[in-house]
């Protein structure tokens, strides 16, 4: 009987070899960000449609490296399409406690303006759900991987910045 170890293995690899929402748009007016991960050698570029409502429309992913993280990549723009904002950064708070990311851990490479940054582990948001994404929550027991995880996390907030940006400059 395949204990869950090997069900998330299955989730994974279903996610690495079938990504969900693969491809580019065009920019403008989407915004296009690069995440890259040097310990592992990581690339993801992250497509980004955010209407006037703040609402995540439309998100295309690409990029190569490894499964962990091109099926993170894939789980991600599953997770955030058509969510908001706020909805987006709960995502992101939860995916990152799962993690058991320490805000200060995360270096230069965390957002700017995110919220624990004194070095407080990230708490859950109540009420979150990960869906696929737990799949992932055996990377933790590799801290090396764990960049290869949440690369596309990082590159996906860097593009909310950059949309929410873009947004305010057009009035
Ligand atoms: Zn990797």
Redesign the pocket.
């Given at each position: 009987m395949p204990g869950l170890e090997d069900l998330y293995r299955e989730i994974i690899l279903d996610h690495y070899r079938s990504p969900r929402n693969r491809g580019e748009l065009e920019t403008p007016p989407a915004t296009r960000v690069e995440g890259f991960?040097p310990?592992?050698?990581?690339e993801i570029v992250v497509f980004l449609d955010v209407d006037d409502t703040g609402t995540v429309t439309d998100i295309r992913i690409g990029g190569t490296?490894?499964?962990?993280?091109q099926s993170s990549a894939s789980m991600m723009s599953a997770a955030v399409k058509g969510k908001t904002i706020a909805e987006v950064e709960d995502l992101t708070q939860a995916f990152k406690a799962m993690m058991s990311i320490h805000e200060s851990s995360l270096g230069g490479e965390a957002a700017a303006g995110e919220a624990g940054a004194d070095g407080d582990a990230v708490e859950a948001p109540a009420g979150v759900k990960l869906g696929d994404l737990e799949a992932l929550q055996g990377v933790v027991k590799f801290p090396v991987?764990i960049?290869?995880a949440t690369?596309s996390w990082n590159t996906l907030a860097q593009a909310l910045d950059e949309a929410e940006a873009g947004a305010s400059a057009d009035g």
């Open positions: 991960n310990l592992c050698g990581d490296g490894c499964s962990i993280s991987r960049k290869c690369l």
